[in-house]
């Protein structure tokens, strides 16, 4: 298995929602990272995680909340967002942090209404 | 500072035709660089990648070449295809950070 797998693929919620994006891969990969793609702009790093520890947050709002239950799986928890939240959540592993191998899933087109 | 950037925003070319997409990179710490292409509604999708050690690597129909005097990474694609149409993406790794730096992007367009 050579993906990254992430779920929901869409998501509409209100501000007042609490949801979460799951993210998954089993390539064996220890690191693994959240970003961020606004429309036609490059995916922006939000979060790593390296060996199930968090490793860099670039200064995200507390409304996103990562969490690394396992080396396999990666979810993203989100509550009361705003609408300029909404974006392409995009989940990337590597073998290690900072090594070769960085893979993406297809991501989850999420919009804050 | 930190920035990756690519010269042009749209690249257009024929079908059959080489195309070269250009990458100007400003942290001489970064020692791995990746690209990728986009297609509408999907994940970047890896096409190549090549450390700081060397100058060329050559995949199917893709080469990178880098150039760290000038701090420069091309993306070349031989007999372009369709397919081939794309946002395509540099990217560079800034000295075992896990920090994976994303240029503006280059969009590629095939005429037929």
């Known amino acids: 298995d050579t993906e990254v797998t992430q779920t929901p693929k869409h998501l509409v919620m209100g501000m007042t929602n609490k949801k979460s994006l799951k993210c998954e891969q089993h390539m064996g990969h220890r690191a693994m990272y959240w970003y961020k793609q606004k429309a036609k702009k490059p995916p922006e790093l939000m979060f790593v995680?390296?060996?199930?520890?968090?490793?860099i947050n670039e200064s995200v709002p507390s409304r996103f909340s990562p969490e690394c239950p396992n080396s396999s799986l990666l979810n993203l928890h989100l509550h009361a967002l705003q609408p300029e939240d909404s974006a392409l959540y995009l989940c990337a592993s590597s073998q290690e942090e900072g090594t070769d191998g960085y893979t993406f899933g297809s991501g989850t087109r999420l919009t804050v209404v | 500072g930190e920035s990756v950037g690519l010269h042009l925003p749209t690249l257009s070319v024929q079908e059959g035709d080489n195309s070269i997409i250009n990458c100007a990179y400003s942290n001489s710490a970064s020692d791995y660089f990746i690209w990728y292409k986009q297609e509408s509604g999907k994940g970047p999708q890896f096409i190549i990648d090549?450390?700081?050690?060397?100058d060329k690597r050559q995949g199917q129909r893709v080469t990178v070449l880098l150039n760290k005097t000038v701090k420069h990474l091309s993306l070349q694609i031989a007999a372009t295809q369709p397919g081939d149409s794309a946002v395509y993406f540099c990217?560079?790794?800034?000295?075992?950070?896990?920090?994976?730096?994303f240029g503006q992007g280059t969009t590629l367009q095939v005429k037929p």
């Open positions: 990217a560079e790794n800034i000295g075992h950070t896990g920090k994976l730096i």
């Open positions: 090549i450390r700081s050690n060397m």
């Open positions: 995680y390296s060996y199930e520890k968090l490793s």
